[in-house]
């Protein structure tokens, strides 16, 4: 696959500085239905992310498009932008490139416009409690190691942590607890899928495996997945200065401006002798 990669002449090619939204995919839209000339497809991706849904459906219109997609991340393709990444057949990255985590962003429960990692409040309950465990376990031990016996020991240890634990819990709203870890496990059912459409097509496990890595291995969202952490995840990934068509790409990259999104169809027409 690398030499087929590196050696593209002929492709459409997209340019993505811009948030992943309705727009965004509005605009992906209108440059597949006026495309007809290319089988394969570089997209670069330029994004801090957006909303999964859209990235989603993005890259189930380009791949129902194209024969063969690769995606381009000269600098960072974050959240939603990493979903869209797994939806290629390849990732081309420089060494300080990065992806991010899949675990999305909801809003705050008590701040407004405000957004938190839906793994934040799943594991502010996961972690109270865990801790409450372990201070009652010690609890438990100084009392019987202080000579009460053991039932008392055990329902004093219990009534304590509860009391020091109990306000935190309290404050954890269970309809804002059940949507994080629904939301939570959206990002990887969409990456799963996207892996195994094409990049890990015939390996449905290791898709799945790989996609709840990136949506609940990390305890930070804008955590830096760079390119040799994406190798050791199972990545495809190519070395975006091997490419033959790099200088086409980089020049169109580099005129595009921030909210930019740019579809154009590349030629490579052979010289006819004279």
Same mark, same amino acid.
């Given at each position: 696959?690398? #030499? ?12 993505? /500085? ?6 965004? @995919? ?29 990235? &989603? ?8 498009? &194209? ?40 809003? @705050? ?6 957004? $938190? ?5 799943? #594991? ?45 819990? =309290?404050? $954890? ?5 059940? =949507? ?8 990887? !059912? ?15 496990? /290791? ?10 291995? &990390? ?5 830096? $997945?760079? /390119? ?7 990545? =495809? ?6 490419? %033959?068509?790099?200088?086409? !790409? ?13 579809? !154009?169809?590349?030629?490579? %027409? ?5």
């Amino acid at each position: 696959m690398a #030499d087929k990669i590196l050696d593209s002449r002929n492709f459409d090619l997209i340019i993505m /500085k811009s948030g992943v939204d309705g727009v965004m @995919h509005s605009k992906l839209r209108d440059f597949v239905r006026q495309s007809n000339s290319n089988d394969t497809l570089f997209i670069v991706l330029d994004t801090s992310g957006g909303i999964p849904i859209y990235a &989603y459906r993005a890259m189930k219109l380009l791949g129902a498009k &194209y024969k063969n997609i690769y995606s381009v991340i000269p600098d960072a393709s974050m959240s939603a932008g990493t979903l869209m990444a797994l939806g290629t057949d390849a990732i081309g990255m420089f060494p300080d490139s990065c992806l991010g985590p899949l675990d999305l962003q909801i809003t @705050h429960p008590d701040i407004d416009d405000e957004v $938190i990692s839906a793994l934040d409040i799943r #594991d502010t309950a996961s972690d109270t409690t865990s801790e409450a465990a372990a201070i009652a376990r010690k609890i438990f031990a100084d009392n019987l190691g202080s000579g009460i016996r053991r039932n008392v020991a055990e329902r004093m240890a219990v009534e304590l942590a509860t009391s020091m634990y109990c306000p935190i819990m =309290e404050k $954890i709203d269970p309809y804002r607890m059940h =949507e994080s870890i629904r939301s939570a496990s959206v990002g990887s !059912i969409y990456g799963a899928r996207l892996l195994a459409s094409r990049m890990m097509k015939n390996k449905k496990q /290791k898709a799945v495996s790989v996609s709840v890595k990136l949506a609940n291995g &990390y305890n930070y969202h804008g955590y830096a $997945i760079t /390119k040799d952490e994406a190798i050791e995840l199972g990545l =495809e990934v190519f070395d975006i200065e091997q490419l %033959k068509c790099w200088s086409t !790409i980089a020049k169109n990259y580099e005129q595009a401006s921030n909210g930019d999104i740019i579809g !154009i169809s590349v030629i490579d %027409k052979p010289q006819k002798d004279k």
